[in-house]
């Protein structure tokens, strides 16, 4: 992407990744060697013999040195390319997300399906989407950054735990992807939105809080809950409904006006901040072990995997069924136009298929395999982007 790519330039700069060139060595040419003296034939043998001794007790070393180079050849061959690192320090499954739910709630706001296809619109987009991803970079670069002991635990295969990612070039990369995404809020006169600002302000503002001593809201459970849920929730669509309404179709109004009188914004923000609270919860459930043994108290240690796991899963298949019944209803019981009806009925029908899922993926886990609950956290996150590739259609 874009905005990974701005990264991968100054990050050259830096140094850390590039290989070192290798030196050969040639032998030196004949003409070059020194002659040997004539030697009498007992001088041969005993220089024979002493030679022959000699290879014998090195055979060990000889033997063991082209192995030890050929290691070190396949680890330095083996070595991840910094667009791989980076790609996944920003943890894929989050800046997905991301970039899916701006041009949903571009299209969300759009007064016309076709309004949303504009030259204006699709720059507006796309400006947004830039800092948007750099700032979600920024966060989970930074979770990273202050947690390498616990993902030593618990997500071993992460950059900076597995060895791939030094922590300078770590601090480096999640410093220039924040002082980017901020710039980039007010650098431009007219996609430069208040939205926009909030939006990336917000965010970045509870991701340090979230965590970085001495807050570290992580560390308490209802804190780092209300983090997630906020962001997710409120920030997120508030925030990026309110930028689209104002760079795309010029439209007037705050995002505490969108929050409080649009039906539609009101809605995507208390449907996300509901996923965002199974989300948030639900992630730490196979973190267990590690959080338990660095003193992170979250609802999984406290309460147990099993508690947080079922009550988590419920919560979102009710979230689903109760959404998709309201749709189904609406499709079939209201008066619109027939695209409306039908994009209501594909939403309703969605959601009630994702929450059969949720039941069907969920039964089979056992929540004290971290393995399984993994795996199970993952499916949400496929249903989280369901979500919103169904939205422009909740109208």
Same mark, same amino acid.
């Given at each position: ?242 930028? *689209?309404?104002?760079?795309?179709? %010029? @439209? #007037? ?5 969108? +929050? =409080? /009188?649009?039906?539609?914004? $009101? ?50 298949? *009710?979230?689903?069924?109760?959404? %998709? @019944? #309201? ?5 079939? +019981? =209201? /008066?619109?136009?027939?695209? $409306? ?55």
């Amino acid at each position: 992407m874009l905005a990974l790519w701005i990264l991968v330039v100054p990050m050259a700069l830096v140094g850390g990744f590039q290989p070192s060139p290798a030196t050969s060595v040639h032998p030196p040419a004949l003409w070059m060697r020194p002659s040997l003296p004539v030697m009498s034939t007992p001088e041969l043998k005993l220089m024979n013999t002493s030679s022959s001794r000699h290879r014998h007790s090195s055979s060990l070393g000889a033997s063991t040195t082209p192995t030890a180079i050929s290691t070190s050849s396949k680890e330095n061959t083996s070595k991840p390319s910094f667009p791989v690192v980076l790609w996944r320090f920003t943890r894929p499954h989050t800046i997905i997300g991301s970039a899916l739910a701006i041009p949903a709630l571009h299209m969300l706001a759009a007064p016309t399906y076709a309004a949303a296809f504009t030259t204006r619109s699709l720059c507006s987009m796309l400006y947004a989407m830039v800092p948007a991803l750099l700032m979600n970079l920024y966060i989970t670069g930074l979770n990273q950054v202050t947690d390498v002991e616990i993902d030593k635990i618990n997500k071993p295969d992460l950059p900076i735990a597995a060895g791939d990612l030094s922590m300078k070039n770590g601090i480096i990369t999640i410093l220039v992807a924040v002082i980017l995404s901020l710039s980039m809020g007010f650098a431009h006169p007219v996609f430069g939105t208040q939205g926009l600002n909030v939006a990336l302000w917000v965010s970045g503002i509870l991701g340090t809080l979230y965590s970085l001593e001495p807050f570290r809201l992580k560390r308490f459970p209802f804190l780092a809950a209300f983090c997630i849920v906020s962001v997710r929730g409120a920030v997120i669509n508030a925030g990026f409904f309110a930028h *689209a309404r104002a760079a795309a179709f %010029g @439209a #007037s109004g705050s995002v505490m006006e969108c +929050l =409080t /009188s649009d039906p539609r914004c $009101i809605l995507s923000s208390l449907y996300f901040a509901v996923f965002g609270i199974v989300i948030a919860l639900m992630k730490d459930v196979p973190d267990v072990k590690g959080d338990a043994i660095s003193n992170v108290r979250t609802f999984s240690v406290r309460l147990g995997q099993k508690r947080v796991f079922g009550g988590m899963h419920r919560l979102l298949t *009710a979230l689903f069924v109760g959404v %998709g @019944a #309201s749709f189904l209803r609406s499709a079939f +019981l =209201t /008066s619109s136009s027939l695209v $409306i009806q039908v994009g209501r009925g594909v939403v309703g029908l969605s959601a009630v298929l994702a929450g059969l899922s949720v039941q069907k993926e969920a039964k089979p886990v056992d929540p004290d395999d971290s393995k399984q609950v993994y795996n199970f956290y993952m499916h949400l996150w496929k249903l989280f982007y369901l979500s919103y590739l169904v939205l422009p259609l909740a109208r």
